[in-house]
């Protein structure tokens, strides 16, 4: 079975299920301190990770993971052209280029799938794709899952 590896890189969604989760198993009522999320003095002060995840993601690449990267093509967080430039550091083999995918005969986005890597851009989605473009956003995820290309 070959390893998968996702990049979800979606703040609210990702807070609104760990604030389930956590209410679900009783974690928020055992907090002493307020709950914060991401801030910029945190950002800041975040001293124990490494300044560039390409090292991590080369490592993942090496081992086997099937690595899947997204972004919504009106984020201004993280824009497309960001994203492809630190995808174009990874000099990876380009197995199938740039080519529009569809959700209900309407391009869902764009994709080009390198060797170890499947870059998918979502229309009309901003930084949080689940909450802009959810049909789009499970898709995307639900093809990622059943190791599926994106539908032509």
């Known amino acids: 079975m070959k390893k998968s590896y996702i990049a979800l890189v979606d703040e609210i969604w990702v807070q609104q299920l760990a604030i ?3 209410h679900f198993i009783g974690l928020v009522k055992t907090l002493s301190a307020h709950w914060l999320w991401a801030s910029l003095e945190m950002v800041e002060n975040w001293k124990d990770s490494q300044f560039s995840l390409l090292p991590t993601y080369k490592e993942l690449i090496a081992a086997g993971y ?8 009106t984020d201004a967080n993280v824009p497309v052209t960001a994203t492809r430039l630190w995808l174009s550091s990874l000099n990876l083999t380009i197995k199938t280029k740039w080519y ?53």
């Open 66 to 73: 099937r690595i899947w990267v997204y972004s919504g093509d």
């Open 20 to 22: 389930v989760v956590y």
């Open 100 to 152: 529009p995918w569809f959700v209900n005969d309407q391009v869902g986005g764009w994709t080009e799938v390198y060797d170890g890597l499947t870059f998918a851009t979502v229309r009309g989605a901003g930084h949080e794709v689940p909450l802009l473009q959810p049909e789009r956003g499970f898709l995307l995820f639900e093809s990622f899952l059943a190791g599926k290309n994106l539908p032509r």
